[in-house]
């Protein structure tokens, strides 16, 4: 396998920001002579809170999910307690002095 | 001496006070890698444990003999003990477990997995790594309190959105890799302790390599005595931080 001359994830989330932030800006924040329509802008300006929110919302569903669904593995804490039995019998008999 | 045949594995397995532990982890490893029929060897990597978990494995190397267990002296840093026990390893397949964490080295814990599956679904997929996940399929915990798997779930996701690694489990360090796969990242990479665990998954990632995963559940031997305090939570941000800015 090759190796990627690759740039570090911190990178790659400053050029995507830089990238959407740049856009925005221009759009959003441009000088009169240049701004895009009025409800364009109405809608553009609050978008980088809307997206945080929607984020934290997602994470906040994510996790919650994840919480939810994690196993609990009963049956193999009881297997292990019958494999702990079983050990100790054999490597007794093997000639183990625990 | 035997035939080393193509599909040995070695298990490497540092060991800091674990005299009660250590035998039925043997045990078990030896009974289910011998029923599937896998040629395996144990390498037990102790760092100076004062317990007397060396006479325990001198005693386990006279019960299964010098050709499955080998016996190292290791007292450097946790995170390298891998290093020094892979130069021993004659297998080509190289399974690492209870990974040198310094909030998990005296916890009584086992993980129980060890079933024909990881090494089966090794040669299925031809993967370079096969990874265990507490996350996926039926993986799972025993013993944990909705805090701590909180915590863990928090953690993942945090790790999930930051690094992007393609496995689900970082932190569980259960892992076969290849043998070659798993020297070439020890080259590669440099962090100690369980971050040092993830960043092998993030750098194989980077490098190309496949990873494969089988669920695995994670029990709590002592109930109820792990505890993730403060501490192991900053050390752990401050490590998928120095990930996120260097990988």
């Known amino acids: ?19 959407l932030g740049s856009a925005w800006a221009a759009l959003a924040l441009a000088p009169p002579g240049l701004q895009p329509p ?10 980088p809170v809307y997206l945080l929110v929607a984020f934290g919302c997602y994470s906040l569903a994510t996790v919650g999910y994840r919480l939810a669904t994690f196993n609990d593995c009963e049956a193999a804490a009881a297997e292990l307690q019958e494999h702990i039995r079983a050990a100790r019998a054999d490597l007794q008999r093997r000639g183990l002095r625990l | ?92 397949f190289i399974v690492i477990m209870d990974a040198d964490l310094s909030h998990h080295v005296r916890l009584h814990f086992m993980v129980f997995l060890i079933k024909p599956i990881v090494y089966r679904k090794q040669k299925e997929g031809n993967f370079d790594i096969v990874s265990g996940t507490r996350y996926k399929g039926n993986g799972g915990v025993y013993g944990w309190d909705l805090k ?54 993030v750098r194989a990632r980077q490098l190309g390599f496949t990873i494969g995963e089988v669920p695995i559940s994670f029990v709590d031997r002592v109930y109820g005595e792990s505890k993730l305090g403060g501490n192991e939570i900053v050390s752990f941000l401050k490590g998928l931080l120095t990930l996120f800015a260097t990988t």
């Open chain 1, 1 to 19: 396998p090759s190796s990627q001359a690759a740039m570090t994830k911190l990178g790659q989330w400053l050029c995507g920001l830089a990238l």
């Open chain 1, 38 to 47: 009025a409800p364009l802008r109405q809608a553009l300006l609050p978008l």
């Open chain 2, 1 to 92: 001496m035997a035939a080393r045949g193509p599909g040995r594995v070695s298990v490497l397995l540092p060991t800091y006070n674990e005299r009660d532990n250590l035998p039925l982890v043997v045990w078990l490893l030896a009974r289910t890698l011998s029923d599937s029929g896998i040629d395996f060897e144990i390498i037990i990597i102790d760092d100076g444990s004062p317990d007397g978990t060396q006479e325990v494995a001198q005693q386990l190397e006279k019960i299964y003999g010098s050709d499955k267990i080998v016996r190292q002296l290791f007292l450097f840093p946790s995170g390298t003990a891998y290093i020094h026990g892979m130069k021993y390893a004659t297998g080509n």
């Open chain 2, 148 to 201: 701590r798997k909180l915590i863990s779930r928090g953690a993942n996701f945090l790790t999930q959105v930051l690094l992007r690694p393609g496995a689900s489990d970082l932190t569980g360090s259960f892992r076969l890799y290849r043998k070659e796969v798993l020297q070439k990242l020890m080259e590669k990479c440099v962090s100690k302790g369980y971050v040092f665990q993830m960043e092998m998954i």
